[in-house]
């Protein structure tokens, strides 16, 4: 290629008189040359081959892809980490014995925030799965964790919630016709372990029908996670979008029970309107849109074991806030927590496109 190259140049100097001649020198030394050497690509071409080659061995998408999926559970572990303040926010600022209202003024004002935010609407299917995901998510889910929040130590609510990457592994069977592998089904028993360790204590008392609602609450949360992956999100709709439509549809079926039930307190404090406004806009409207992105982009499994940030925070909240101190056994749950959010991120971790 280079001699041709050269050729070329040199035999743009001549007169028109002698161009024909030259053309047939040029294209016999051109022949010539692709006779010995089969064609070759150009510098581009070839510089782009070298570069895919070189793709398989050096693998330089594996880390952005890591990086990247890391970014997203980071993300997605705020809305659990967040939750894990409702126990708090629930016994130091809000009405007593009023879960349905608790959950009602959490969920419907901030789905109609993201309505009027976003302007968009369900349509076809979508109508009704939005439904069903804000019910499991909110409507059902969110009456029985306060009822929970009410009957229990924040502790042992704690642990029976840690059972969802269990439960999500189990939903994942049916419905997303994936088994889960020994590491997760290890993960899950070690991080209930650490969960019991961390906020269990020799006191808690255990009230039956606040046991019977958390898990209820934990296992409707679980299907949702599954479902959520399952059916994705509408082509063109934002997360925020589809955060309203399920806070709304939950918040539609709550409110008209709550009213009924439970009516309103005589008059709402100052502790109560915080309350409220910090559970509807940080631990509902933000939390959910960045734990349904984790959902989207994320295996269903690794997003379950962010789900036990949430007695983490709760931990670190009694402490913080109601002066509470961590014994032994309770660093030795925080480890192990820790270890098992860890194990169950390590495989699979690549998000979709």
């Given at each position: 290629m280079s001699d041709t190259r050269i050729k070329s140049t040199s035999i743009n100097t001549p007169r028109r008189t002698q161009a024909s001649t030259v053309e047939q020198n040029v294209q016999q030394n051109v022949e010539q040359s692709a006779d010995k050497n089969p064609p070759a690509p150009t510098a581009t071409a070839t510089r782009s081959a070298t570069k895919s080659a070189a793709k398989p061995a050096t693998n330089p998408s594996a880390r952005p892809s890591t990086k990247?999926?890391?970014?997203?559970?980071?993300?997605?572990?705020?809305?659990?980490?967040?939750?894990?303040?409702?126990?708090?926010?629930?016994?130091?600022?809000?009405?007593?014995?009023?879960?349905?209202?608790?959950?009602?003024?959490r969920a419907l004002p901030a789905g109609l925030l993201l309505l009027a935010l976003t302007r968009r609407l369900p349509s076809g299917d979508w109508w009704w799965k939005a439904a069903v995901l804000g019910i499991l998510n909110f409507g059902a889910f969110f009456p029985l964790l306060f009822f929970g929040a009410y009957h229990l130590p924040g502790g042992v609510a704690s642990t029976i919630s840690a059972v969802m990457p269990l439960l999500v592994a189990g939903f994942g069977i049916g419905v997303l016709k994936v088994r889960p592998t020994r590491r997760t089904l290890l993960a899950g028993l070690v991080g209930v372990a650490g969960v019991a360790l961390l906020v269990?204590?020799?006191?808690?008392?255990?009230?039956?029908?606040?046991?019977?609602?958390?898990?209820?609450?934990?296992?409707?949360?679980?299907?949702?996670?599954?479902?959520?992956?399952?059916?994705?999100?509408p082509e063109g709709t934002s997360l925020l979008a589809l955060t309203g439509w399920q806070l709304t549809a939950g918040g539609l079926v709550l409110a008209p029970i709550a009213l009924t039930a439970e009516g309103l307190p005589d008059h709402f404090t100052g502790a109560n309107v915080a309350g409220y406004t910090y559970l509807g806009i940080i631990g509902t409207a933000l939390a959910y849109a960045l734990w349904f992105r984790g959902i989207e982009r994320l295996p269903a499994s690794s997003v379950s074991f962010l789900g036990l940030t949430n007695p983490v925070v709760a931990t670190l909240a009694g402490l913080v806030i109601l002066g509470q101190t961590l014994t032994v056994w309770q660093v030795a749950g925080l480890v192990l927590v820790l270890g098992s959010v860890v194990l169950g991120q390590a495989r699979r971790q690549t998000p979709r496109a």
């Open positions: 990247t999926a890391a970014g997203f559970a980071a993300l997605a572990a705020i809305g659990p980490a967040t939750w894990g303040t409702t126990y708090v926010t629930t016994t130091e600022l809000l009405p007593p014995d009023r879960p349905l209202l608790a959950a009602a003024l269990l204590r020799g006191s808690a008392t255990v009230d039956l029908a606040g046991i019977a609602a958390m898990l209820t609450a934990t296992t409707l949360m679980a299907l949702a996670v599954v479902l959520s992956k399952r059916w994705g999100r």
